[in-house]
């Protein structure tokens, strides 16, 4: 179901009692699965409702609720060294299920090319992400959300791969790059921790030069830490990399993991292949078009490393 603004701005009014919708808008990055509206109030107060848009957006809603509110404490605490959507009110819909209210979260997308070497944004993020890889694995665990031990975690990496070779759209050199890698025991031995499972830059939010909040919590799990700094390694400047490592692994108690960065540069590689894979599932052809292209890219990027001796 699709829902416009104002019926949008409708279940925020009955979520938050009180709440005076003036204007109502979409967000910039609306994303997919719920109906996102940002509600500016009587006060010029900012809301953000979000309703499901299927049971599994729902169940997801649902999961995301109870961690926001289990990591509430930590925010305060300061523990989390950021804010984070702290549900304000819900409304049930007609066809089951409930939207969520929450005040927006102020700050703007990081801009991972405005990254710079040194002890400013690029070491907050650093640390913002060691923050989260810290917490308590309980609390995702009694959300409901998944947990992996690092075995386990592995399996799931190999069905990925094994799922995408048998689209035949894979290059032969990547799929065999990835099953070395895999095959590599000694690269798989992780203490699990509390993952974000989703941070980008339209997720990770900047405030006066620092990490700000970090949005959209529903694909958190306990798995691979590694995950969280993919993104990272792949698209930040590489002089600023150190700085967002040194200040990861500084905030990190009793960190030993040789394999981190090198596990960080395979997930980055295996989200193309999770992209092809959503492009089939959702017979989509822009998509796999779209995941076919850079699955090229990649394979033509890693022939010149190894041909440099960058890879082992």
């Known amino acids: 179901m699709n829902r416009s603004p104002l019926a949008l701005a409708a279940l925020a009014t009955v979520a938050v009692p009180g709440l005076d919708a003036y204007d109502v808008r979409r967000p910039v990055h609306p ?4 109906d996102v509206a940002v509600v500016v109030d009587s006060v010029r107060q900012r809301w ?7 049971p599994a957006a729902g169940a997801v809603l649902e999961a995301e609720v109870a961690l926001l509110e289990a990591l509430g404490p930590f925010v305060d605490d300061g523990r989390l060294p950021f804010s984070i959507p702290r549900p304000a009110g819900f409304a049930h819909l007609p066809e089951g299920g409930r939207a969520s209210v929450h005040r927006e979260v102020p700050g703007r997308p990081l801009q991972l090319e405005t990254l710079r070497p040194g002890p400013g944004l690029a070491a907050a993020v650093g640390r913002a992400v060691a923050a989260i890889h810290e917490l308590p694995t309980s609390v995702v665990e009694n959300a409901g959300l998944p947990a992996y031990d690092a075995a386990g975690y592995r399996e799931r990496r190999q069905a990925e791969v094994d799922e995408a070779a048998r689209t035949g759209l894979v290059p032969p050199s990547l799929l065999r790059r990835w099953e070395e890698l895999l095959e590599d025991v000694a690269m798989w031995r992780f203490r699990p921790t509390v993952v974000h499972g989703d941070l980008s830059s339209n997720h990770v939010l900047v405030a006066d030069g620092a990490v700000g909040g970090v949005l959209e919590w529903g694909s958190t799990m306990v798995a691979d830490p590694a995950d969280d700094l993919s993104w990272l390694l792949v698209a930040a400047p590489q002089d600023a990399v150190d700085a967002i490592l040194e200040a990861y692994l500084l905030r990190r108690t009793e960190l030993t993991d040789p394999h ?3 596990r960080a540069l395979l997930a980055g590689e ?13 017979q989509r052809q822009d998509v796999v078009d779209d995941a076919v292209q850079m699955l090229r890219d990649l394979e033509e990027h890693t ?8 890879y082992t």
Do not use: I, K, N, T
Not at 271 to 280: D, S
């Open 303 to 310: 022939l010149v490393d190894e041909a440099a001796g960058q």
């Open 31 to 34: 994303g997919s699965d719920f």
């Open 48 to 54: 953000v409702v979000r309703a499901p848009q299927h």
């Open 270 to 282: 295996l989200a193309l292949a999770r992209w092809l894979l959503h492009g089939v599932r959702a």
């Open 260 to 262: 981190l960065a090198d």
